[in-house]
Nanobody
Framework: VQLQASGGGLVQAGGSLRISCVASGRTSGSYTMGWFRQASGKEREFVAAINMGWNDGRTDYADSVKGRFTISRDNAKKTVYLQMNSLKPEDTAVYYC????????????????WGQGTQVTVSS
């Protein structure tokens, strides 16, 4: 599976931004897509994930983004979106799209595929 992320940019603190990720290639009937981020000088961290395909679209979020970020899906387009509201300077990072053939838990152990990343910068 190949992943193409888009939609990053520069936004002021308190603003909103939506990033997208499209999967191409063969996918199973049920799989997981999500977002991780890596700030300069820090390790990559989990942001959000959603089950794709025929399942119920279960989601999971990092505590740091709960209530501010929303992950959603378009199964027909094999696309996942991350709506980011009330952005803070500490949200500044390169956001990476990830996909896994298994569950969210499986992806957290190590995603099967990674996208190229999109920069999100939040100014104070």
């Amino acid at each position: 599976v190949q992943l193409q992320a888009s939609g990053g940019g520069l936004v002021q603190a308190g603003g909103s931004l939506r990033i997208s990720c499209v999967a191409s290639g063969r996918t199973s009937g049920s799989y997981t897509m999500g977002w991780f981020r890596q700030a300069s000088g820090k390790e990559r961290e989990f942001v959000a994930a959603i089950n794709m395909g025929w399942n119920d679209g279960r989601t999971d979020y990092a505590d740091s983004v709960k209530g501010r970020f929303t992950i959603s899906r378009d199964n027909a387009k094999k696309t996942v979106y991350l709506q980011m509201n009330s952005l803070k300077p500490e949200d500044t990072a390169v956001y990476y799209c990830a996909a896994d053939r298994g569950t969210i838990r499986s992806m957290l152990r190590g995603a099967d595929s990674w996208g190229q990343g999109t920069q999100v910068t939040v100014s104070s």
